[in-house]
């Protein structure tokens, strides 16, 4: 699957954007997608990941209760909602799909699980 990834802008801190990560389409060995950031200078990291199967979602503890994952079956899109930004959120957001069966919410802690990533989009947060 090819992913495209885009609602990356500038925002203050405390406000919203929304990121849209769109497919080319849904194939059966699409376990899960997630949400993953990159700062300069700092290893990609899991953000949050939602299960193709069941729609169960995972957070990394620093957005939990401030992002929110989801998805549109019938668009082939994923979305992250970010409220409440921090600078520290400031970074490439990049989402990535996985094909493993066993996939579990554990897996959004390991970045070679997942693959496609798209091109990003960058969200930057001023203080």
């Known amino acids: 699957v090819q992913l495209v990834e885009s609602g990356g802008g500038l925002v203050q801190a405390g406000g919203s954007l929304r990121l849209s990560c769109a497919a080319n389409g849904n194939p059966p060995d699409l376990y899960a997608i997630g949400w993953f950031r990159q700062a300069p200078g700092k290893k990609r990291e899991g953000v949050s990941c939602i299960s193709n199967k069941d729609s169960s979602a995972y957070y990394a503890d620093s957005v939990k209760g401030r992002f929110t994952i989801s998805r549109d079956n019938a668009e082939n899109t994923w979305y992250l909602q970010m409220n409440s930004l921090k600078p520290e959120d400031t970074a490439v957001y990049y989402c990535?799909?996985?094909?493993?069966?066993?996939?579990?919410?554990?897996?959004?802690?390991?970045?070679?699980?997942?693959?496609?990533w798209g091109q990003g989009t960058q969200v930057t947060v001023s203080a």
């Open positions: 990535g799909a996985n094909y493993d069966s066993l996939y579990s919410g554990s897996y959004c802690t390991q970045v070679p699980r997942f693959g496609s």
